[in-house]
């Protein structure tokens, strides 16, 4: 299995064939713009991929799968096909790289990968950046082939809550997982679903932001060692992380409940429980 990292040296010194896309996106509580940032530094050649814009629109939840169309068209207006070489990074932090990452693998993108400390490790190397106006990119022709395996709904994690061989991986902080804490969206009841298991997203990165040694992530994921993994979080977004970090553990990869606990803890019907597992 080929890890979905790069390391910024790395790509310094064999020279950049990727062309750089910049997810970053402000997790609840988080200040900033990332279009006004990516407009005053980002990679040489780099485009903007807004995880908003890269969403469905018509959905009641946050950072949802868009559709095929949607995502064909977007990926071509930034000048992109299938087999473009894409390499994913943030500003700060990997929310947003590897849920662009997920995303364009769910879409069938084969060569893309993650800049292991995004743009501040690139910058730490000497890697170039540009500032300015974005040179617009010539439109092409994107065609997706979608991957069902990486996407779970609710009714998949329902049944997973009861099934031996599956397990869901929370990636929110424990207090949130444990209810200790209220939800940042209005109308979501906190708690976690029954027999769910909580790892803290932050758990996988170190504290510059660079993800952990293989070997140390295969620690983290032990508790769900020979388990087939669904990876939920608030809004979809940092359980990409968990599923990028399995396959840089060199474990099997899983699958990401898309509507996540925006969707599970707005719905009166699904099953809640509280307190520390």
């Known amino acids: ?16 064939r ?9 997790l609840p509580g988080q200040k900033g713009d990332p279009d006004k940032a990516f407009a005053e530094a980002r990679m040489v050649g780099a485009r903007r991929f807004d995880i908003d814009v890269f969403s469905d629109p018509e959905s009641a939840y946050p950072h949802t799968v868009p559709g095929v169309a949607r995502f064909c068209a977007l990926m071509g207006a930034l000048g992109l096909t299938e087999d473009t070489p894409i390499l994913f990074y943030d500003q700060r932090g990997s929310a947003g790289a590897c849920r662009g990452w997920w995303l364009a693998r769910l879409f069938g993108h084969r ?4 800049l292991d400390g995004g743009l501040k490790a690139w910058r730490e190397v000497g890697g170039a950046v540009e500032s300015g106006p974005v040179h617009e990119p010539v439109p092409a022709l994107y065609r997706a082939r979608l991957e069902y395996g990486l996407l779970a709904g609710a009714g998949d994690v329902l049944a997973a809550l009861s099934d031996d061989h599956r397990i869901v991986l929370d990636a929110r902080s424990a207090p949130r997982f444990a209810a200790e804490v209220p939800e940042p969206r209005p109308g979501v009841r906190g708690g976690h679903m029954p027999g769910a298991l ?23 994921f032990a508790p769900v060692a020979g388990r087939k993994v669904i990876a939920s979080c608030g809004s979809g977004l940092t359980a990409a992380t968990l599923l990028a970090g399995l396959e840089i553990a060199g474990l099997p990869s899983g699958a990401m409940f898309d509507g996540s606990w925006a969707e599970w803890g707005s719905d009166p019907q699904a099953p809640i429980v509280t307190g520390k597992v």
């Open 198 to 220: 909580n790892l803290d997203w932050t758990g996988l990165l170190d504290a510059e932001g660079f993800f952990l040694k293989p070997d140390v992530l295969r620690t983290r």
């Open 1 to 16: 299995m080929i890890s979905p990292l790069l390391d910024a040296q790395a790509i310094l010194s064999e020279g950049l």
């Open 111 to 114: 060569d893309v990968r993650i």
């Open 18 to 26: 990727y062309v750089p896309l910049d997810a970053s996106v402000l």
